[in-house]
């Protein structure tokens, strides 16, 4: 039994039973592959995958049952690895961060920053996606930390630790009817078409819950991944937007004006993220503090030794 068996099996579960797109993400043939598996079938004693001719459809009976095992024994072995890394190399690395456009863009510089400062031998790699693609960049290992404001928090392999609150604000250009002295409400919204985030994207649930409430479908006509594009249509007098109320700033945004909706939509929760088992190098303890202050190293350790499901607020 060796690690290239069990990289197999993994990959194979994960991409499908796609045996050409595995072969590609470990660097080998598909007759590699389809050797490597079979060797591990002989030694173990059992069949892990059903197969039509040539062709691996789906995991049997006691591949389901195994497949877990070689999860965590990969990650057991990258764990060892890293722990080494962390004592031989204490300010040497990298660290992989998966994300949505909006965290990247407004919340993420100020904690780079100050990281590179701290550790300039250290790379960070940041990966961009829907809050859905960055919880499966953490559960396949691409990445070592996730952030964004949906979804994370519904997998029981991750552990999803609170960052910070934020609100909505309604961006609209000058002269608009919404900047009089009149109240904002969802109903004055409603007359109005509306430019704002994709659904799972920041925060975009609070802002459906919202109208369903009232009753009253908003005129939505354009969406997109981030509030730059959001902006953008804006200003071209397509609509006002609703974005996170970080993603507006006075000064660069001169042709736009914002109004607080704090009052209007639930508040949001931006959430880290980390594989539950994860071994964590000092200076990822330090990234992490970097951009949420309140998680300290003692904090993340005590929320991974907690059973899964146990819920973390700040």
Not at 76 to 95: H, P
């Amino acid at each position: 039994m060796n690690f290239q068996q069990l990289r197999s099996v993994r990959e194979t579960a994960r991409r499908g039973f796609n045996l050409t797109e595995v072969a590609n993400a470990l660097h080998t043939s598909q007759p590699g592959v389809s050797r490597q598996i079979r060797e591990l079938e002989e030694e173990l004693g059992i069949e892990l995958f059903v197969r039509a001719g040539k062709r691996l459809t789906r995991l049997t009976p006691p591949g389901e049952q195994v497949l877990p095992i070689i999860e965590r024994m990969l990650l057991d072995a990258d764990n060892l690895k890293r722990a080494g890394e962390d004592y031989a190399q204490q300010s040497r690395g990298k660290i992989s961060i998966a994300t949505t456009h909006s965290q990247a863009r407004y919340a993420l510089p100020p904690a780079v920053s100050e990281f590179r400062r701290s550790f300039p031998q250290v790379t960070l790699n940041l990966h961009q996606g829907t809050p859905r693609q960055v919880a499966e960049m953490l559960l396949s290992g691409e990445a070592d930390i996730g952030i964004a404001t949906e979804a994370l928090s519904r997998y029981d392999d991750l552990v999803a630790l609170p960052c910070y609150r934020w609100t909505h604000s309604v961006l609209v250009p000058p002269g608009h009817a919404l900047l009089d002295a009149g109240a904002l409400t969802l109903e004055r919204l409603t007359e109005h078409p509306i430019i704002t985030y994709d659904e799972g994207y920041t925060g975009r649930s609070h802002i459906d819950d919202a109208f369903a409430r009232i009753g009253r479908k908003p005129d939505i006509v354009l969406t997109a991944m981030d509030a730059d594009v959001i902006k953008t249509y804006v200003e071209l007098g397509l609509g006002l937007g609703i974005v996170a109320s970080i993603a507006y700033d006075e000064e660069r945004d001169r042709t736009l004006r914002a109004i607080d909706a704090r009052h209007l939509f639930a508040v949001n929760m931006t959430r880290l993220a980390i594989r539950r088992g994860t071994f964590l190098r000092a200076y990822v303890y330090s990234f992490i503090e970097s951009f949420a202050p309140p998680l300290t190293r003692a904090v993340i350790d005590k929320a991974l030794a907690a059973e899964p499901g146990t819920s973390f607020e700040i």
